[in-house]
């Protein structure tokens, strides 16, 4: 199973991006898709995800600016991020809970970055 993400960038404050992630290999089912990003010198945060059934989970300094959608059929997802902010800099990473074939249990798996720039 690869996560491969791709969209990222440098744009000036105010401006706006569109992140994909794309998972691809042996996969029986995807739960749900997210993204988390990672300043420098600050730990990994939750961004925004998007389960099975549609329901979505953000981040409340990005609720309003960022949304989060998928398409279950290419087991891509995508995040479409406007009016960013200097504070929306960081590597942002995918994330996905699957089921992988031959496996047992869903599993959390990761691509690995992409990065985002604010600035002008």
């Known amino acids: 199973v690869q996560l491969q993400a791709s969209g990222g960038g440098l744009v000036q404050p105010g401006g706006s991006l569109r992140l994909s992630c794309a998972a691809s290999?042996?996969?029986?089912?995807?739960?749900?898709m997210g993204w988390y990003r990672q300043a420098p010198g600050k730990q990994r945060e939750f961004v925004a995800s998007?389960?099975?059934?549609?329901?979505?989970s953000y981040l409340d300094s990005v609720k309003g600016r960022f949304t989060i959608s998928r398409d279950a059929a290419k087991n891509t997802a995508y995040l479409q991020m406007n009016s960013l902010l200097p504070e929306d800099t960081a590597v942002y990473h995918c994330?996905?809970?699957?089921?992988?074939?031959?496996?047992?249990?869903?599993?959390?798996?990761w691509g690995p970055g992409t990065q985002v720039t604010v600035s002008s």
């Open positions: 290999g042996g996969i029986l089912s995807v739960y749900a």
């Open positions: 994330n996905a809970r699957l089921l992988p074939r031959g496996g047992y249990k869903y599993d959390d798996y």
């Open positions: 998007m389960d099975s059934v549609s329901a979505t």
